[in-house]
């Protein structure tokens, strides 16, 4: 009786601990969807999240700002004017979107470094990139063509309100170039940390040996 005892316990501390050459358990599994994006994990985390707080901080200025011209325009009755040029082409508002949304994927993949989180907020970083470098053609267009309309202020019927309006907008639109450039680098940066990313893996996979099988 006691060498039964002894038998089963011995048995039971084996299942436990698992025997070598077991497949993994479904807790290994799981975690094998985890990659680490470039040295240390916890630090890449707390790394994008970062990032994507800055990206939904910009995108809440930009449509706070991009609703503060539209007040204005409307205020003045100069709905027409090119000074709202920046206005008009929406992009306070799609752009501001673009980067909320990418801003949040990037939060999101930091805390739940996942496989398709990643690559999910890659894509959208890509897309707010390309959203960034329109936004800055349109606020470089719009600033260079309100410094040339300050000057033919003078000739207007109400010169004092038209030098009021375009120092207003080119404040607002100055602003509005300073954001979209901050997050153009912010997306570029988080768009370089998984490339590098994925050019470490690959390094790894390949200089690894395979393992042997037992």
Not at 84 to 103: D, L, N
């Amino acid at each position: 009786m006691a060498s039964h005892k002894v038998d089963n316990a011995a048995l039971g501390s084996a299942s436990a601990h698992g025997t070598p050459g077991s497949e993994a358990g479904p807790d290994e599994l799981n975690n094998s969807v985890y990659q680490r994006i470039d040295g240390s994990q916890d630090y890449q985390k707390g790394k994008l999240q970062v990032l994507g707080a800055i990206q939904i901080l910009n995108a809440a200025m930009i449509l706070a700002l991009g609703v503060f011209l539209g007040s204005l325009q409307y205020l003045f009755h100069l709905q027409k004017h090119f000074f709202f040029f920046t206005f008009h082409t929406g992009y306070p508002i799609w752009g501001a979107v673009f980067f909320c949304s990418s801003g949040t994927l990037s939060v999101v993949a930091g805390r739940k470094p996942t496989r398709t989180w990643i690559q999910n907020s890659f894509g959208l970083n890509i897309a707010s990139a390309t959203i960034a470098l329109v936004g800055v053609a349109f606020l470089s267009v719009n600033l260079a063509v309100n410094i040339q309309s300050l000057r033919s202020c003078q000739f207007s019927k109400s010169p004092d309100l038209c030098n009021y309006m375009g120092s207003i907008s080119n404040g607002m639109v100055s602003l509005l170039l300073i954001l979209t450039s901050l997050e153009l680098c912010v997306t570029i940066s988080a768009i370089a940390m998984w490339c590098k990313a994925n050019c470490c893996n690959s390094r790894e996979e390949i200089s690894s040996p395979p393992n042997p099988v037992r």
